[in-house]
């Protein structure tokens, strides 16, 4: 599957983000400001990315889909690389530390072929762009059949907890927000060479020197760097259900997950 700039240039605002060319002096502009932003505060979005009225015609896409999603409701720590080695930790480290995921999740393998999630996800200007903005020269969609794309449900009451990724990036389409709560909230204050825990832990405790809430939007589409980011969406509230679309991309061309992490997700592995 393919799509077309002139297919796209329906859903996507091509006038406000000409990306269909990356040589043209606009696009590098755009690229350049784009990549500051990313490395100076780990997240670059850009709003308005869809055609007025077009986030409302995918929520309505996605919403559709909602009785197929798979449910996780559980406690989980938020490092799931320290997980294997947990025991080494002490009872009161914050790689202990629980927080409730009560989320729903949407596979790429219900998604409609011919609607408009899959089409933005298939246009390959799409993919270049994501690629300039993380520096990354030549970048793929991945190839798995369930986790390649896929759309996060939050119903009245549910929170995606505290977590660190385990990629580079991620790259999300918010095409709901919720009457209220929601919101996506992250800490950039760890590093490779320090993975601050004291910071961390304060956090936990409820401090929020270190938090920042971006306002994200509707129709806005973000590049998160989140590995060393502790992150989380807070409890939505209201009658609203917040959807958001997950697009995943990797170096590499046919990347799949492991099989695990797609049990984990969406309760089966194929």
């Known amino acids: 599957m393919t799509t077309t700039t002139h297919d796209i240039a329906e859903l996507v605002d091509l006038d406000r983000y000409p990306v269909t060319d990356l040589e043209t002096p606009q696009a590098r502009a755009l690229v350049a400001r784009g990549r500051e932003r990313l490395d100076s505060t780990g997240l670059c979005s850009l709003p308005g990315f869809l055609r007025p009225g077009i986030a409302a015609r995918l929520a309505a896409e996605a919403t559709a889909l909602v009785p ?15 997980r294997a080695n947990l025991d080494s930790f002490p009872p009161d480290h914050p790689v202990r530390h629980t927080s409730p995921f009560r989320m729903n999740l949407v596979s790429y393998d219900d998604l409609p072929s011919g609607g408009g999630i899959k089409r933005i996800y298939h246009w390959d200007g799409l993919t270049r762009l994501i690629g300039a903005l993380t520096g990354n020269a030549t970048l793929h969609r991945t190839a798995d059949p369930l986790l390649s794309c896929n759309i996060s449900v939050l119903h009245p009451g549910d929170t995606h907890g505290w977590h660190v990724d385990g990629n580079d990036f991620s790259v999300t389409l918010l095409l709901q927000e919720p009457e209220s709560g929601g919101r996506f909230e992250y800490a950039p204050v760890a590093s490779p ?9 304060d956090i936990y405790r409820g401090e929020r020197e270190h938090v920042v809430t971006p306002d994200l939007k509707a129709g806005m589409l973000s590049i998160f760097r989140g590995r060393w980011s502790l992150h989380h969406v807070t409890p939505v509230e209201g009658a609203v259900t917040r959807l958001q679309v997950i697009f995943s991309y990797h170096v590499e061309p046919g990347m799949v997950f492991p099989e695990a992490t797609r049990r984990n997700y969406l309760g089966r592995a194929a």
């Open 193 to 201: 060479q320090d993975e601050n825990f004291g910071t961390i832990a």
């Open 68 to 82: 197929c999603a798979h449910r996780q409701d559980h406690e989980d720590i938020a490092y799931g690389r320290h």
